[in-house]
């Protein structure tokens, strides 16, 4: 199929709002169910040949072992324990309301009990409503959350074959329920003295200088589908750096800077994948050159570390 099919966010933002909380009540049991990793790790979904996945949790806190899969081709939420019952629950036709009240019932009849803290959306407009309470989000339309799985697969892809290029620190290729993006993060081994009011979430996050690529489908202040990148703590004069292809660039955003290439000025360059490899790369050169980072030292070329079979002896 095409390379980066076009996902205006007009067209679907019904379905965007829909999913996206739909992805925030999973995402928060997830939360409630797992393990807890450096820098949240735990927390994000990754991505299946079908859509997405908690990938296994449970059993540390009495559960069993149990998953949760969005299903974007059969348009179905999966539950499974590892006994291998599993229970399915249909996407079309749910507000977040429904959808809410049908998952956890799914989840007591495999005897898994799980508590949400916060049963609310974090970070959106309706914040206040509880989950149980939104019937008015319920808008799902097939083509649309089809097309989002697909752009999302295709942008792993390319993630993860620019993550081979560094043998530092990595996060996962993971996408974020909460801010509904994809990303891939490096990171250095500086540690970050967060002032003493950040959030107890930020402060985890960027507990180390990190460098951060990635894509998101739109929201109220960029209303379009773009790749992105930054460096935090941000180094001085970063927005000063050259960066390719020539339509990407800067954008200001809360005190800080992103590098920006719109999805559809990729989709417009003869080699799309290329420029936005172009793109991630040359946005970690701006930030790690500024930043001090030792870029040849932590390259990896190919994703290959040993100097034997890097020179092609091996």
Not at 83 to 106: E, K, Y
Not at 154 to 174: I, N, T
Request: charged share 25%; hydrophobic share 40%.
């Amino acid at each position: 199929m095409e390379l980066f099919p076009p996902i205006p966010l007009a067209e679907w933002r019904d379905t965007k709002e829909t999913v996206h909380r739909f992805a925030q009540v999973v995402g928060k049991i997830r939360l409630a169910a797992s393990a807890r990793r450096n820098h949240w790790w735990n927390v994000p979904f990754h991505l299946t040949g079908r859509g997405t996945t908690t990938r296994p949790m449970g059993q540390l806190d009495g559960n069993p072992i149990f998953t949760i899969d969005f299903d974007f081709v059969g348009h179905q939420l999966i539950v499974a324990t590892l006994d291998g019952r599993t229970m399915s629950i249909p996407l079309i036709g749910q507000s977040v309301a429904s959808f809410h009240h049908t998952l956890l019932d799914a989840l007591g009849a495999l005897g898994v009990r799980v508590r949400l803290d916060i049963p609310r959306p974090f970070d959106l407009p309706d914040t206040a409503r509880p989950f149980a309470e939104d019937t008015e989000h319920r808008t799902y339309d097939a083509r649309h959350a089809h097309r989002y799985w697909q752009v999302l697969s295709q942008v792993a892809s390319v993630l993860e074959e620019f993550a081979a290029r560094f043998s530092g620190k990595v996060s996962p290729v993971h996408h974020f329920w909460h801010t509904f993006d994809i990303a891939h993060t490096r990171f250095s081994e500086h540690h970050v003295d967060q002032p003493p009011q950040v959030d107890p979430v930020t402060r985890e996050a960027y507990s180390r200088d990190v460098i951060s690529f990635g894509f998101w489908f739109g929201d109220d202040v960029f209303a379009e589908p773009a790749f992105y990148s930054y460096t935090a703590p941000e180094p001085a004069r970063l927005a000063e750096e050259p960066l390719e292809p020539a339509a990407a660039r800067w954008a200001a955003r809360d005190g800080s800077h992103l590098a920006v290439l719109r999805y559809d000025d990729a989709r417009a360059e003869s080699d799309p994948r290329a420029a936005v490899l172009a793109f991630y790369e040359s946005a970690y050169r701006a930030g790690a050159g500024r930043a001090g980072w030792d870029i040849e030292r932590l390259a990896c070329p190919g994703g290959v570390t040993d100097p034997q079979l890097a020179g092609g002896r091996g």
